[in-house]
């Protein structure tokens, strides 16, 4: 079965950065594409950007460009997000999310989620 | 201020019919593109419920369902049961900022 299994809370100080992880497992890693989506305490949902595991290729909303890197290792069918100079306004759940089919932005299959924590 | 507008709650008794609208513009949903829904119960992942603007994955009853109209989108529910109570979003993609964005939310509450 699909599973997608994000790394475990963190907690940062503002400026910092951090790195999460989203493996997966149960289907061909190389064929679908996975995005980041992000959701702050008490509110909606919000795209960062997704990342083919296939050729690395990324695309980044505009909101983040310059700050987020999206990363894969195919040996281990994992895929990162960075996200760095944060803020106290990144403080959020981040999940990874499986495109059903290439480009279609229908996200199937979720990660559990990460809570990242900004402080100081 | 999302992209897409959704009423920031809903509610109705139990067996009865409510539908959230997702109202967008001309360079989202207006443009053609299509419009997916997600079910998040408190404290879970967002679930796929429907995608491609009617269509519902296995595994979602048929008490869901959805439509799109123009710039405007909607999902219905009928039955409404006590385990529907949950966050629903939608989304779609938008040419103005190149990326996928998503409505605010909607709180479904049964009576």
């Known amino acids: 079965q699909v599973q997608l299994v994000q790394s475990g809370a963190e907690v940062r100080k503002p400026g910092a950065s951090v790195k999460v992880s989203c493996e997966t497992s149960g289907y061909r890693f190389t064929g679908y594409y996975l995005h980041w989506v992000r959701q702050a305490p008490g509110q909606g949902l919000e795209w960062m950007g997704w990342i083919s595991p296939d050729s690395g290729g990324t695309n980044y909303a505009q909101k983040f460009q310059g700050r987020v890197t999206m990363t894969r290792d195919t040996s281990i069918s994992t895929v990162y997000m960075e996200l760095s100079r944060l803020s106290s306004d990144d403080t959020a759940v981040y999940y990874c999310?499986?495109?059903?089919?290439?480009?279609?932005?229908?996200?199937?299959?979720w990660g559990q989620g990460t809570l990242v924590t900004v402080s100081s | 201020q999302s992209v897409l507008t959704q009423p920031p709650s809903v509610s109705g008794a139990p067996e009865q019919r409510v539908t959230i609208s997702c109202t967008g513009s001309s360079s989202n949903i207006g443009a053609g593109y299509d419009v997916h829904w997600y079910q998040q119960l408190p404290g879970t992942a967002p679930k796929l419920l429907i995608y491609?603007?009617?269509n519902r994955p296995s595994g979602v009853p048929d008490r869901f369902s959805g439509s799109k109209s123009g710039t405007s989108a909607s999902l219905a529910i009928t039955g409404l049961q006590a385990e529907d109570e949950a966050d629903y979003y939608c989304q779609s993609y938008d040419s103005s900022l190149s990326g996928w964005v998503f409505g605010g939310g909607t709180k479904l509450t049964v009576l």
């Open positions: 491609s603007n009617s």
């Open positions: 999310a499986r495109d059903q089919t290439v480009h279609t932005g229908i996200f199937d299959y």
